[in-house]
């Protein structure tokens, strides 16, 4: 097992544990779909992409990077979705998360398991607020 392939089943025991799998079920060696939240709390879903061509992106709402720091992020903003008719034009599996789909989302590439227990952490901190939208509506 190379080391890439070791550092990726680690993120997905770690994201295993801290969550359940969603209801659209992973995406067999491409994709898991997760829901994150601590008891009585919000329900943030979570995709990561744990394919052997791909880098170990964690992909959730883009509030979330807001409370990560020192981690590799991009956003990707709702509106660029959709462009090309027939195009969906992100991760497939994102598709069939309706708080992900057509949301404003983060997508963390993380470099340790330090990274990928922050980002866990910032999920678990956002559930536990109750005030916390998890619509994935993007703002007007």
């Known amino acids: 097992m190379s080391q890439d392939t070791n550092f990726k089943k680690q993120i997905e025991r770690l994201l295993d544990q801290a969550g359940r799998e969603h209801r659209s079920k ?3 060696v491409h994709a ?6 601590v008891t009585g709390g919000g329900p943030f879903d979570v995709m990561y992409e744990k394919g052997a061509k791909t880098p170990p992106n964690i992909w959730c709402l883009a509030k979330v990077a807001e409370h ?4 590799e992020c991009e956003i990707d903003r709702a509106d660029r979705l959709r462009q090309v008719p ?3 034009g992100r991760h497939s599996a994102l598709e069939h ?3 992900l789909a057509n949301a404003d989302l983060a997508k963390f590439v993380p470099k340790t398991l330090t990274d990928v227990r ?5 999920i678990k901190a956002l559930s536990e607020n109750p005030g916390i939208s998890t619509s994935g509506r993007a703002p007007s």
């Open 26 to 28: 992973h995406q067999g």
């Open 32 to 37: 898991n779909r997760y829901v994150i939240q």
């Open 68 to 71: 990560v720091a020192d981690v």
């Open 86 to 88: 027939g195009q969906y």
């Open 97 to 99: 998360m309706p708080q």
């Open 118 to 122: 922050a980002i866990i952490d910032a």
